[in-house]
């Protein structure tokens, strides 16, 4: 099976081009490859299909080999795939994604014929939760903000994102009864009206060096808070997000780089 290993601020994906490949069991393939030590090593699994109803579609699977519906960071890199792998012609300034949350539509910033950093309108955030809903987790009382963008993401604010136990509270929230399809959860912390930092536990995966759509979550969550203004830049482990709330047209703009890591061919042995 032939590959494209790319990274949206250190969120990597093993990218398959279906217009190419056929994938026969991806769910499995996505443990494979995800496997860092025995595969190529990933946050998971995503196949760039042919689409009826946009310039391509994002398939995506979680390194556990459960399927996803949005990655922000993913996106991204499908975009800059489409574009610098002639998908998409040249001269497009735009193009569109079809994704299990909706299609997506794609701003390429390109330099030297190819795609830099795209901007995505990630659509309308959906408020899932009381404002600072608390909830008790490991015996512990917490308040969180509960967003959906796509997938589902429980935001809590914390004085610092470097002391949070991610590794142990991280699956306690994804699998809590609150949750009945799973949650990823992000930690934020306020460093001023205009700046965020967050550490994100993804559903499916762990923790991350990024989530795209758990910055605009974050982002949103922010906002509604009182904490921020509607423009935010989301630091993240891997790299900063530019996350735009347009009130107006209740809609998330997220801006940011996407990169080509390599290229090449695996054998699947499962």
Known sequence: MKFTKMQGIGNDYVYVDCFQETVEDPGRTAVFVSDR?????????????????????????????????????????????????????????????????????????????????????????????????????????????GISMGNPHAVLFVDDTVSVPLETVGPKFENHSRFPDRTNTEFVEIVDRGHIKMRVWERGSGETMACGTGACASAVASILAGYTDTKVEVELLG?????????EKDTIYMTGPAEEVFSGEIELNF
């Not at 042919?50 to 994002?58: F, G, K, N």
């Not at 001269?91 to 794609?106: F, M, Y």
């Not at 790299?239 to 009130?247: P, Q």
Request: with cysteine; aromatic share 6%.
């Open 239 to 247: 790299g900063s997000l530019l996350i735009e709330w347009d009130r």
């Open 37 to 145: 030590h025995f595969g190529i090593g990933s946050d998971g699994l995503i196949l760039i299909k042919p689409s009826a109803v946009a310039d391509c579609q994002m398939d995506m699977y979680n390194l556990d080999g459960s399927r996803g519906a949005m990655c922000g960071n993913g996106v991204r890199c499908v975009g800059k795939y489409a574009y610098d792998h002639g998908i998409v012609p040249p001269e497009r300034t735009t193009l569109t994604v079809e994704t299990a949350s909706g299609i997506k539509t794609l701003k390429i910033q390109a330099e030297n014929g190819k795609a830099k950093e795209l901007t995505v309108d990630m659509g309308k955030p959906e408020i899932t939760s009381e404002i600072f809903e608390p909830i008790t987790v490991d015996g512990k009382e917490y308040r969180f903000i």
